[in-house]
């Protein structure tokens, strides 16, 4: 988050002011991106770069604060990830169940206790998570978005949000204490 | 995505357990062991961004500078979504709204036979609104374009209120809207020789009736079909077709 900047930084990039575009650039494109690539890996790339044109396009439009701000560039990643998986996929199994694999999913699951300040073994195990929670969990953690915005993301209550969210980290919650406590493996 | 609505969890109840929401908000320590468990993945999901995620953002910010400015500087007004939602359903309570009040304004000057007359006449035999004021032969025979010279103008003359006579509507298209048919036939060139030079087009206007000014008894044809321009077509054949020289 950019905190107290964030009106100036949209305003410099809003002008395009390269260093203010950057810094919008480098704080919202990790969790952009580590969002996208939880739901699928395949498409993230190309829908994260049609979501900066999009965002670039009609940045001068935007009136409102930083947690609007994020919560419509994650909706317009949404959107964006929607119509890439419609028009890639074209198969039976839906976005969700094809997000791909970077590969630390499918490593040791002790690798994700012992390295879990690793980010993308971080994302291998909400990945694994069902869709919604996983969804859930990633617009309140990783794209920093309060229940109301997580909402409105994703077309559902601010209650039913928080529960998906409240059974992902249980969930998570449980299956990393079951690995910690496997044979060999040092929490 | 998938376009299921109902979820099962919403009207579940949340099971008691740990405070998540306030340690995701900062605001309550990782105390239990599940507690710290989660919050060093959360630490690791919300880290900066990695070599990996950052690579090319130098170039893709460039390129997407690039592209700002070369967008246009309103390309769109972007609000909050609930605005948005709010703007929406604002415009289809305003369209609605709209076509309300014209659709009742018709039927209004329907019922009371304002509509120039080739509409009111329309409303009459649809709805049963009141015929123009004078058209009953008109309306009888249904069709717009009556022969000139027929006296059955003349008795209706009189009874021909300011409100209601077509030819006291200022903004009616033809400055004889009884007869609307005739007014195209005299732009077109081939309705020309309907109105031959030196005759009287419309004895169906008797000084008496005419409230038009512009148009005077001896003066009633000749905004439309000049005598001598009726034999002018606007693309007279033969070299004349060309009208643009200049193009070869």
Same mark, same amino acid.
């Given at each position: 988050m950019i905190g107290d900047r964030f009106d100036d930084v949209l305003a410099g990039a809003t002008r395009g002011d390269e260093p203010a575009f950057a810094e919008l650039y480098r704080d919202l494109h990790p969790p952009l991106l580590r969002y996208l690539r939880a739901l699928s890996w395949e498409q993230a790339e190309d829908a994260a770069s049609e979501t900066w044109l999009e965002l670039t396009r009609s940045l001068s439009g935007f009136v409102g604060a930083e947690p609007s701000f994020r919560a419509w560039v994650f909706t317009i990643a949404r959107r964006k990830l929607i119509d890439r998986v419609r028009y890639e996929a074209r198969r039976p199994s839906s976005a969700w169940d094809d997000r791909g694999d970077p590969g630390p999913a499918t490593r040791d699951v002790a690798d994700d206790v012992v390295e879990l300040d690793s980010t993308y073994r971080a994302l291998a195990l909400v990945r694994a998570l069902p869709r919604d929670q996983a969804e859930a969990v990633l617009l309140r953690v990783v794209g920093g978005l309060d229940y109301a915005d997580v909402a409105q993301v994703m077309g559902r209550t601010t209650g039913a949000v928080r529960v998906l969210v409240h059974r992902g980290l249980r969930r998570l919650a449980s299956e990393l204490g079951d690995r910690a406590e496997a044979p060999g493996v040092t929490p | 995505m998938t376009g299921r609505h109902v979820d099962p969890t919403e009207t579940a109840a949340d099971e008691p357990g740990p405070d998540w929401d306030a340690m995701l908000d900062g605001l309550h320590l990782p105390e239990t062991e599940d507690e710290m468990t989660v919050a060093h993945l959360v630490a690791a999901l919300q880290a900066p961004g990695t070599p990996d995620e950052l690579r090319g953002a130098e170039s893709a910010v460039a390129a997407l500078v690039a592209a700002r400015s070369a967008a246009p500087a309103d390309s769109g007004v972007v609000v909050p979504l609930a605005s948005r939602r709010t703007r929406r359903t604002g415009l289809v309570v305003g369209s609605a709204l709209v076509l309300t009040i014209a659709f009742a304004g018709t039927a209004a000057a329907a019922a009371t036979g304002s509509l120039p007359a080739p509409v009111q006449r329309m409303a009459a035999s649809l709805f049963g609104a009141p015929a123009p004021a004078g058209d009953t032969q008109v309306q009888s025979t249904g069709g717009p374009a009556r022969p000139s010279g027929q006296p059955s103008d003349g008795p209706a003359a009189p009874q021909t209120t300011p409100g209601s006579q077509p030819g006291a509507t200022p903004p009616a298209p033809s400055p004889h809207p009884s007869t609307p048919a005739s007014v195209p036939s005299a732009t077109s060139p081939g309705a020309? $020789? %309907? @109105?031959?030079?030196?005759? %009287?087009?419309? $004895? %169906? @206007?008797?000084p008496g009736q005419t409230k038009r000014p512009t148009t005077g008894p001896g003066q009633s044809n000749r905004p439309t079909t000049p005598p001598g321009q009726t034999n002018r077509p606007t693309s007279p054949p033969g070299p004349a077709g060309k009208p643009h020289p200049t193009h070869s």
């Amino acid at each position: 988050m950019i905190g107290d900047r964030f009106d100036d930084v949209l305003a410099g990039a809003t002008r395009g002011d390269e260093p203010a575009f950057a810094e919008l650039y480098r704080d919202l494109h990790p969790p952009l991106l580590r969002y996208l690539r939880a739901l699928s890996w395949e498409q993230a790339e190309d829908a994260a770069s049609e979501t900066w044109l999009e965002l670039t396009r009609s940045l001068s439009g935007f009136v409102g604060a930083e947690p609007s701000f994020r919560a419509w560039v994650f909706t317009i990643a949404r959107r964006k990830l929607i119509d890439r998986v419609r028009y890639e996929a074209r198969r039976p199994s839906s976005a969700w169940d094809d997000r791909g694999d970077p590969g630390p999913a499918t490593r040791d699951v002790a690798d994700d206790v012992v390295e879990l300040d690793s980010t993308y073994r971080a994302l291998a195990l909400v990945r694994a998570l069902p869709r919604d929670q996983a969804e859930a969990v990633l617009l309140r953690v990783v794209g920093g978005l309060d229940y109301a915005d997580v909402a409105q993301v994703m077309g559902r209550t601010t209650g039913a949000v928080r529960v998906l969210v409240h059974r992902g980290l249980r969930r998570l919650a449980s299956e990393l204490g079951d690995r910690a406590e496997a044979p060999g493996v040092t929490p | 995505m998938t376009g299921r609505h109902v979820d099962p969890t919403e009207t579940a109840a949340d099971e008691p357990g740990p405070d998540w929401d306030a340690m995701l908000d900062g605001l309550h320590l990782p105390e239990t062991e599940d507690e710290m468990t989660v919050a060093h993945l959360v630490a690791a999901l919300q880290a900066p961004g990695t070599p990996d995620e950052l690579r090319g953002a130098e170039s893709a910010v460039a390129a997407l500078v690039a592209a700002r400015s070369a967008a246009p500087a309103d390309s769109g007004v972007v609000v909050p979504l609930a605005s948005r939602r709010t703007r929406r359903t604002g415009l289809v309570v305003g369209s609605a709204l709209v076509l309300t009040i014209a659709f009742a304004g018709t039927a209004a000057a329907a019922a009371t036979g304002s509509l120039p007359a080739p509409v009111q006449r329309m409303a009459a035999s649809l709805f049963g609104a009141p015929a123009p004021a004078g058209d009953t032969q008109v309306q009888s025979t249904g069709g717009p374009a009556r022969p000139s010279g027929q006296p059955s103008d003349g008795p209706a003359a009189p009874q021909t209120t300011p409100g209601s006579q077509p030819g006291a509507t200022p903004p009616a298209p033809s400055p004889h809207p009884s007869t609307p048919a005739s007014v195209p036939s005299a732009t077109s060139p081939g309705a020309a $020789p %309907s @109105t031959p030079p030196g005759q %009287s087009v419309r $004895p %169906s @206007t008797p000084p008496g009736q005419t409230k038009r000014p512009t148009t005077g008894p001896g003066q009633s044809n000749r905004p439309t079909t000049p005598p001598g321009q009726t034999n002018r077509p606007t693309s007279p054949p033969g070299p004349a077709g060309k009208p643009h020289p200049t193009h070869s």
